[in-house]
Every structure is written in C-alpha cells, then in structure tokens.
C-alpha cells in the first residue's frame, strides 16, 4: 500500500531542482505515486522566482562536486524569506564528510549521496515533510 | 702595618727573626744551664740547656715555616692558578688579591697584567667579531635557508660518518634513529646500497658523480628515495671524496599507490558481478520466449547489490584520499604571516591570533587563495575588518575567516576559486587547491550572526609554542667540516683530546646512595666535537625511576612525582642516553657518582657502560692542585661561566656548565704540554692516590 505524503493538511509539493536525467524521472515517478506535487526546474538562479510562486515544502537539489552552482541557489533560497519554510533535501554525487558538512552550512535540512535505493529518498522526503 | 712593608724587606725580617730568635733561644738555653750547672757535673746542664735549644729552635723554624707556606707558597700557588686560567678562558673578574696579600706588589701586578690581557683580548674579540659578523650572518642565513628545504640532506664524510645534517632528514628519519655528527650513516640507513652506490660512483670512469638509490631504513623499514652525489674541491676532502645524500619518503607514496591499485582492480572485481547480473536479469526481460517470471524481484535485488558495492568503494576512496600535490608542516602563525604578505600594507585590518597549529598543507597556495578571498571581500565592501582563526577540528583543523557584514555571494566565490592562483607554481585554480587539499570552501553564518568562510584542513597537530623551545632544542642544520677528514671510531688511545667526542652529562637522582636503592630521574647530555658544543644535539629526558622522590631530593631539583609519571623508566631512557653516547668519551662532574647509577642498570639496559670516562673533579685538582675547592660553582666562578640561577641543579643546566667549564679545561690541559687522551691518564696515574680514589668510585 503506498503512503500518501500531505504537509500541514494539503497536498506535499516537492520541487526538483537540476536531475534532468532518468534519476529525475524515476524521482518523479515515485514520489508522484506517493502523492506529492512534482516541479522541476533546471538548478539555475533564474528559477527563484517560478521556486517561490510553486510554494514547495521540500526542495530537492542536486549538488556535483566542483560545481558550486547548487550551493549558489542554496544560499539563495535561504535568502529569501517566501522560501523560509521549505526544507532543502540536497543528492550529492560524493558523500564526504567535508560535503555534508558544507551541505549543511548552506542550508540543507538533509543529504543523501548517490547512488541510494528509491526507500532512502521517500523516507527522508517524508521526514522533511513532518518535520 | 706589616702589609705595608716591601716583599724583601718582610723576607729580610723573617730570615732576621730566625736569626735573632735562634741566638736568643741560645743565649737563653746557655743562661738557663748556667744557673742550673752543677760544679761537678757541668755536661748534665750543658745537655738539658743544648736539648731546649735544639727544641725551641726546631719550633721557631716550624713556625717561620707555617708562616711562610701560609703566606708565600700557597699565596704563589693560588695565584698562578688564577693566572692560568686566565691565559685560558675569557674572564673578566679581577684577580682576588686577597690570600696573596703579604705578597708585595705581586698581586696587584698580575692583577694589572691581567686587565692588560682582558682589555687586549677583548680589542682583539672585537676586532675579530666585526671581521667575521658577516661572515656570521651569512652562515646564518644559509643555516636558516637549510633548516627550511623540504628534503632531507645528510653530507657524509669518505668514512661513511655524518658531516652535516638539516631538521628534514631528523623528521625523515625521527623512527629509526637520529642523525648525529660523526656516527655512521648506517646507523641509519641500510648499509648494502649506499655502500654499494658509493662504490659505483668511486669506479665510474665516464665522470657519473650521482645517482638515484632506494634505500629502507634500518629500525622502522621506511622506503627512501635517496640522491647521492660525490663531493669534494670546494668541500676541502682528502682524496676520496665524500657524498651528499638527499632523501625524499616515498614508503607514503608507494603505499598510497598499492592502495589505488588494490581500490581499483577490487571496484572492477566487485562491479563485475551486480553488473553481469543486472545484463542477465534484463536480457531475462526482454527474452520473447519469457519464462522468467520474478524479474521484478531479480532486478530490484540487482540493483540494490550493486548501490551498495558503489557506496562501500566509494567510503574506502573516500576514507584513503590523498594527495599528490607538495605538502609541508606549516604553523598558523607562517600560514597569516603569508597572508598579511600577500594582502601588503593597505588591505583592511586583519585580526589573526596565532594558535600553536601545525597545518598540512601548501602554506603559499593556502595563503595566496585566501589573500585573493580578503582582497574579493574588500572589492565588495562587505567588510571593514576581517578576523581569521584556526582551531582544531577531528583530526585536522579549521579555518574561518569571518567578519561583520554580507556574506560572500557564491558566484562570488566562484570567481575567486576558478581564477588561477597569483605567483603559482604551475597555472593553477584555487578550486583545484582545494581539491589537492581534498579540501572544500563555503560561506557560514556563525553563531553570533557574523558571515564566514569556512576551510577545513584535513590533517593538522597541536605544536609547542616556539618561544618555549630550550635552547639547543630548535630545528638548527647541524654541521661541521671539519669532520670530512677525520675518522672517529671511538678508539682512545694515541688520540688528540681535540680529536675526541665528547659527551658531556649530568643526572638528577633521587638521593646521593646508588647502591642503597636511590635512582635517576633526570638524564641531560649534550656532545662535544672538535672543541664545540653541537647545537641540536640534546637529550634531556626525565626519568620515572619507580620508587618515591624524597621531598629534600625535590627541593634540589625540582622534579616532583607527577613529572616523572609516564615518564620512560630507566631501562628506555638509559638505552637512549646509551645510543647518545656511542663511540664518545664520558665527561661529568664527579663521574663515579653518575657512573654508579648506569652500572648498576647495565643488565636491564642491556648495553655496559665501558667508555672511556673523564671527571672534571680529577682534571681539576691536576690543573688547580688538590688543595683548590672542586664543586662545580667553583669551577664555574674559576673560568668565568655564568650558570643561570632557573638552570642550576637542573641536570640540562648543569651539563651545559660543566661542558662550558670542560671545553676551557681542554685549553689548558693542551698549553700544559697534555695534548693526548693517554696524556691525561698518565697525569692521572702519576697522583697515584686521585686514580685509585677514581677506580674506587667508577667501580
């Protein structure tokens, strides 16, 4: 039976920043099936404005190494005060304990490093959205 | 009123009072038998009378006698002893007059002489001083340059003995032994392919003058990349020549080499099979004929496997990064220096305190990047000061630079870290500093609300205050040429005193009883070659000598039984001390004292203490007589050796005395005509009753 994920009485809405590949997809599927909302955006800037009309509860950010663009959005969004309740889920592709530490520094509530089966995403999703 | 009289004249009436006394003594006797005489035995009186004569004159002699060893002899003696030293050690006390006081104007020439000499060699110092004070500061500096090259160097004499040696190679080989002046090179090194290098590079005929040799150390099995070049010319050798070696550690490298060869072939092995797996399960799939009904199952069990293959190469890649790129040992405090150099007179005020941390990195690449940082920070006007601190974080440490005001955008950051570094090396970005550091930079907010930018720095160490190092115990380039033409095997015999290696040492006990059960707590030494103290040579080790410290013992010197607690026993620090003194001569002040405590542990150490031994007490009662005062503060005040009231009684102070007080020793041992080791024995052996007393003590 799969579980319905809803924040605060309405439905989840959960907002996927970059993985725009199969990985995004398979995200999208799952997490849809589990009967959250599901924006995707490029991870750029530029999307802030479009983030903050969609209202997310949890935004999920794909972070690589060596590209600091997703930390730049990340200081962004928790500059902005329409965003201050939405929790930052950030995917790495390293999982150092230098980059979870830099995650957290910049605002993320929680971090996963790929790969990581579908469960470990819905459980943090869903602990994000209870929280 | 006698001391005012001319010396002949007090002479002449001492002789005139000797003459007078034995004729009054005379005059007396033959009144005293003349009253006495007896008519019919006149010889009786006469006898009596000439026997009280014979005595009172015997008594007044004795008396002139006393008088004249008191007031001339010893006077004499004292005081050529006094100018002895003189001609030998730079005193600049004036003489004591005062035993030589019925000596006329003797004391008070020598006294004028010696001022001569004092003012005449102190002209003479500082002419000297200022002709070489260049030459000084230039050896200094080329030291200080040494000190400071990331690489071991060790100079070794044709004889295969070390010549020079910098604080690299100490590092380099801290596991297996420390380089000293004159031991040999395999003491440290594996014998066989320096050895066989050295040979190659003797017989090549086409001019080869070095050559690349991997070399393991001899106790901790350390793989050495060792360079040796032939010497010689400029370096005055004899006719063989000797050798430089320069040594790198590449047992790290190599390890770390293996390690990414075992992390690859087993991620391939270990990827293989999920792989393989997932290829049949899918193959499975989209087979027409079908027949594979739980492939769901299948695939997400294939899929787990292999996630979880990834994610345990991945922890082990991560836990066993490391790097390429040159890393050294630099403090906080170089690492701000470096930055405030590179920011110059006009950046904004920089508040750095200077924790005692040594940090493993690229100090210039580190400070370069986060002067680029301050300068991007000002550029923006997010900050009118800036703090900078680095504390101890896990393992490693971190730094944060933080101020009051914006924080630093990451586009920002990101200008700063993929521009290429200013002054670098090689083009180089300091995102890939970062990376060679497998380090990574990001903007904070601290808790009290200040912006920051954190770097973290993966490997770093407490380190002792620099302003705390003793003397001798810094990171100095020891060196002497001179040893390039000796050979120094230990052997005494026929051997020059200034030919000899001395160790010079001290004990701190726990009582004056060796063989009542009293114990060493304290153990200093330093080494003396060619006529000079060798600085960096040190040991100075405490003691835990299981068993109390009497409080009276304590009051002496100082160490309680907290200090000494986790201390090395007797057994470790008297091997070290042992290792220290390897092919030297033994000095000490009372020898037999210090000596006793070793031979009574020789078993538990393991090695016997059979060097050849020097007391300083001995040598000088041969220099100043038997009579002098021997305490070391005598010694001291003799040759003009100031010992700081904090290190006396500390076995580290008083070793250096007693080497201070030794070394000027030396010099007049030598003007005596005592130039060999075998010399002093002899003079030794000549007062029969010193080398017996001696043997007694040394046992």
Redo the contacts between chains.
């Keep these: 039976m799969t579980k319905t994920f809803s924040c605060n009485g309405h439905e989840a809405r959960v907002a996927l920043l970059g993985l725009d590949d199969t990985l995004g997809d398979a995200i999208e599927h799952s997490l849809s099936r589990d009967g959250c909302a599901l924006t995707r955006a490029p991870c750029a800037t530029s999307v802030l404005d479009g983030l903050c009309a969609a209202c997310p509860d949890v935004i999920v950010l794909e972070s690589r190494t ?1 590209d ?2 997703a ?2 959005l990340a ?1 962004e969004i928790r500059q902005r005060r329409d965003l201050d309740h939405a929790r930052l889920l950030v995917l790495q592709n ?6 979870k ?2 995650a957290r ?2 605002g993320a509530d929680a971090f996963l ?1 790929m ?3 579908m469960s470990s995403l819905r459980i943090e999703v869903g602990r994000l959205l209870e929280a | 009123m006698f001391n005012t009289l001319s010396l002949r004249l007090r002479i002449f009436l001492f002789f005139a009072l000797l003459g007078c006394g034995a004729l009054a003594i005379l005059a007396g006797s033959l009144a005293f038998a003349a009253a006495r005489m007896d008519p019919a035995q006149p010889m009786a009186a006469l006898t009596t009378g000439g026997i009280m004569a014979g005595f009172l004159t015997a008594a007044l002699v004795a008396g002139i006698w006393y008088l004249f060893d008191e007031n001339v002899a010893r006077a004499i003696e004292r005081l050529s002893s006094e100018l002895r030293a003189r001609a030998h050690a730079d005193i600049s006390r004036d003489l004591d007059a005062a035993p030589a006081k019925y000596l006329g104007d003797l004391a008070p020439a020598a006294g004028e002489l010696t001022r001569t000499l004092a003012s005449a060699r102190s002209e003479l110092e500082e002419t000297v001083a200022e002709q070489t004070s260049r030459l000084k500061e230039q050896t200094a500096q080329l030291t200080a340059l040494l000190s400071d090259v990331d690489m071991g160097l060790i100079l070794c004499a044709p004889s295969h003995q070390i010549v020079f040696y910098n604080p690299t190679s100490v590092d380099l080989l801290q596991d297996t032994g420390r380089p000293r002046l004159d031991r040999m090179i395999f003491d440290l090194l594996r014998e066989g392919p320096i050895r066989r290098t050295y040979e190659t590079l003797l017989k090549a005929e086409t001019g080869e003058k070095h050559r690349d040799v991997l070399v393991s150390t001899v106790a901790c099995g350390r793989t050495i990349a060792a360079h040796m070049r032939l010497v010689s010319g400029a370096l005055g050798m004899g006719e063989k020549p000797g050798y430089v070696l320069t040594l790198r550690d590449v047992s790290k490298d190599m390890k770390m080499h293996s390690e990414r060869e075992r992390l690859l072939t087993e991620t391939i092995d270990s990827v293989r099979l999920p792989a393989a797996r997932l290829q049949a399960v899918l193959d499975m799939i989209n087979d027409p004929v079908g027949g594979f009904a739980d492939h769901d199952a299948a695939l997400r069990s294939e899929a787990a496997e292999l996630v979880e293959v990834v994610n345990t190469l991945a922890e082990r890649h991560d836990a066993d990064q490391d790097t390429w790129w040159p890393m050294q040992d630099v403090r906080a405090s170089q690492l701000i220096d470096a930055i405030r150099g590179h920011l110059g007179p006009d950046a904004l005020p920089l508040d750095a305190p200077s924790p005692h941390i040594s940090l493993r990195c690229d100090g210039f690449a580190l400070s370069s990047l986060l002067a680029s940082l301050i300068h991007k920070i000002t550029d923006l006007g997010l900050a009118k000061a800036l703090s900078l601190t680095v504390e101890m974080e896990g393992p490693g440490a971190m730094v944060s630079l933080h101020w009051d005001g914006g924080a630093l955008p990451i586009p920002a950051l990101r200008e700063v870290l993929d521009a290429p570094l200013e002054d670098g090396p090689i083009e180089i970005t300091g995102q890939e500093i970062l990376n060679h550091h497998n380090s990574d930079i990001w903007p904070e907010t601290t808790d009290s609300g200040q912006a920051a930018l954190m770097l973290p720095i993966a490997e770093a160490r407490m380190v002792e205050a620099l302003g705390s190092l003793k003397p001798g115990y810094g990171r100095p380039t020891v060196f002497d040429f001179d040893l390039l033409t000796q050979v120094r095997d230990g052997a005494v015999t026929g051997k020059k005193l200034s030919e000899l290696t001395y160790v010079v040492f001290d004990t701190e006990t726990t009582g004056l009883d060796p063989k009542g059960g009293d114990e060493i707590v304290q153990i200093a030494a330093v080494r003396l070659l060619n006529g000079k103290r060798v600085d960096g040579e040190v040991l100075d080790q405490l003691v835990d000598p299981k068993r109390t410290i009497p409080p009276k013992s304590t009051e002496i010197h100082g160490i309680t039984e907290d200090m000494v607690k986790g201390m090395p026993t007797i057994k470790e620090a008297g091997a070290q001390f042992h290792r220290f003194c390897q092919n030297a001569v033994l000095v000490a002040h009372n020898a037999p004292f210090d000596m006793a405590f070793f031979h009574r542990h020789a078993e538990t150490i393991g090695a016997p203490f059979d060097h050849p031994v020097i007391d300083t007490v001995l040598l000088s009662a041969i220099l100043f007589g038997q009579n002098e005062v021997h305490t070391l503060d005598a010694l001291a005040d003799r040759f003009g050796v100031v010992i700081p009231a904090e290190v006396r009684h500390t076995a580290y102070g008083d070793t250096v005395a007693t080497a201070e007080v030794f070394q000027r020793m030396l010099a007049m041992l030598e003007a005596q005509g005592m130039t060999t080791y075998d010399d002093v024995v002899a003079a030794m052996e000549k007062n029969a009753r010193l080398m017996r007393e001696m043997k007694a003590r040394v046992g």
């Design positions: 060596s600091m663009s930390f730049g200081q390293s999982g150092r304990a230098i980059d530490r830099r520094a910049m490093s790969p990581f089966p």
